[in-house]
């Protein structure tokens, strides 16, 4: 499976890319992770079960290529992007990709800060998941000053679900799972 991650930063997409390919990984899938994405240069049998892609956040290119093949988009965005208006480029490229690749799933998480939501960011961030056919708010991840990501939602890190797996934040394994569901390695 394909799963490309755009948003309106790439820093933040990318370290989300690597621990989501690093969950994979110790779940015993073979993954490859790309940072920037290549078109493949063959058709024969790749070796891995998934490949993981940060596609950027600009318009074009093979990020776009990336997005249209992808099994499933995660869309990160923040907050304060989408109040200043800056979402109508990463909303035009989301909604091509499913133009293409309709079968897609689109799973919108956000990177906040550690301070609280304003009631008009919330209405920004589901503005901008209502107005993308077919996606989903995943989660609401908050990325501190250290650079882990945490949630106010504590239920998603129910005693039941951590297996005391210390690699990434409970908020991030929950997010793999929705991008994984139903998949096992081959």
């Not at 290549?38 to 998934?50: F, G, L, S, V, W």
């Not at 882990?148 to 504590?154: A, C, E, I, V």
Request: hydrophobic share 45%.
């Amino acid at each position: 499976m394909i799963v490309a991650l755009t948003g309106t930063d790439d820093d933040a997409a990318s370290d989300l890319a690597q621990q989501l390919a690093l969950l994979r990984t110790a779940a015993g899938g073979r993954v490859l992770l790309m940072s920037s994405p290549q078109a493949p240069r063959t058709r024969r049998r790749q070796p891995y079960d998934d490949i993981v892609i940060n596609a950027g956040h600009t318009d074009g290119g093979t990020g776009s290529m990336a997005l249209a093949m992808a099994g499933v988009i995660v869309v990160l965005v923040r907050p304060c992007d989408l109040e200043a208006g800056g979402q109508e480029a990463l909303l035009s490229r989301v909604r091509h990709a499913i133009e293409i690749n309709p079968g897609a799933r689109v799973l919108v998480s956000v990177a906040n800060e550690t301070r609280q939501l304003s009631p008009q960011a919330v209405g920004s961030i589901l503005v901008f998941v209502a107005q993308i056919s077919s996606a989903r708010l995943a989660d609401m991840l908050v990325l501190d000053d250290s650079g882990l990501y945490h949630t106010r939602h504590s239920v998603l890190a129910r005693a039941s679900q951590d297996d005391g797996d210390a690699m990434c934040a409970p908020e991030v394994r929950h997010l793999y799972r929705q991008v994984f569901q139903g998949v096992q390695p081959e």
